[in-house]
């Protein structure tokens, strides 16, 4: 590896690290080996997101077209003075990373620019661009050269990036409607966010992370307790949700204190030792 690639894998180690000290924790967990190209992946989703979600003074869809062009540009010229897409095309291409998912992960970041409700189509949609293919993408690079397992764990890889993804939309519920005038669910506004609704998603996210525990299970070991642990993070944000009352869902934002995480980190390390994941 030269030093330039070195140090563009670095950026993405950062941006991850900045943005979010629960995937780092996941990501430290993993075998040493699948740090940076976790890392590479994380830092593009997440440049990506910025620019739909923050740069709300530039023209966002200049930004993103722009980011999208410099991407497969990057990738097919195997470099980019850009840190973080140099490194991104780094993972692409040493870990045969599928250019359609790449593209409906870019597509959903332009129905953000465009969409303010989802009917159920849409919603899907997004949810395979935004989610599951990020799931997909992570389990090419745990399994790249076993595409017998890579297939076999494709169902369960895409549900629990989907059930993550609900999870974050009920937990940023309010942000997202008070600051983009977003909301993802179909047949749902922010006014009529009413108790059954409320549950009906929580069990179609129960039901997801139930089917992607039975493919974390039999993740190899260099992966499969940093896996879990991001799935029992999720599983408990969801279960402080489902505690709280719709109408209080609305007036806050949920988060697990370093402690809670700690505590996780120590469980999810005993049951995957001893064989008792659940």
């Known amino acids: 590896m030269d030093l330039y690639t ?9 941006a991850t690290r900045k943005y979010s000290s629960s995937f780092s924790l996941g990501i430290g967990i993993f075998n040493r080996k699948y740090h940076a190209p ?20 530039q023209d966002q869809s200049a930004l993103l077209a722009r980011f999208k062009a410099e991407t497969f540009e990057a990738i097919e010229k195997k470099f980019s003075t850009n840190p973080i897409l140099h490194s991104f095309q780094w993972v692409v291409n040493n870990y045969r990373l599928d250019h359609n998912h790449i593209k409906a992960f870019l597509h959903s ?6 969409k303010k409700t989802f009917s159920k189509v849409e919603y899907d949609r997004y949810i395979y661009g935004s989610a599951e293919v990020i ?10 050269n076993n595409d017998d397992r890579y297939h076999e764990f494709i169902p ?25 005038g ?8 922010f006014e009529n966010f009413i108790t059954h609704r409320k549950r009906e998603i929580e069990e179609d996210i129960n039901r997801e992370f139930t089917e992607a525990l039975e493919g974390t299970k039999k993740l190899h070991e260099g992966v499969r307790n940093g896996v879990y642990l991001a799935l029992r993070y999720y599983r408990e944000l969801l279960k402080k949700i489902e505690k709280t009352p719709a109408e209080k869902i609305l007036q806050s934002r949920f988060r697990l ?11 999810a390390w005993l049951r995957n030792k001893l064989g008792r994941i659940r």
């Open 6 to 14: 070195e140090t563009a894998l670095a950026c993405s180690r950062l």
């Open 38 to 57: 976790i890392y590479a992946l994380y830092g593009f989703v997440r440049f990506a997101d910025e620019i739909v979600d923050t740069f709300h003074e």
């Open 109 to 114: 970041m332009e129905m953000d620019l465009e």
């Open 135 to 144: 799931g997909a993408m992570c389990l090419r690079i745990f399994y790249m």
């Open 156 to 180: 369960a890889a895409q549900k629990l990036g989907s059930a993550f993804q609900k999870v974050n939309f009920l937990r940023d519920i309010k942000d997202d409607y008070e600051n983009r």
């Open 182 to 189: 977003r909301i993802y669910f179909p047949d749902t506004n």
């Open 257 to 267: 204190s370093g402690f809670q995480k700690l505590v996780l980190l120590v469980k």
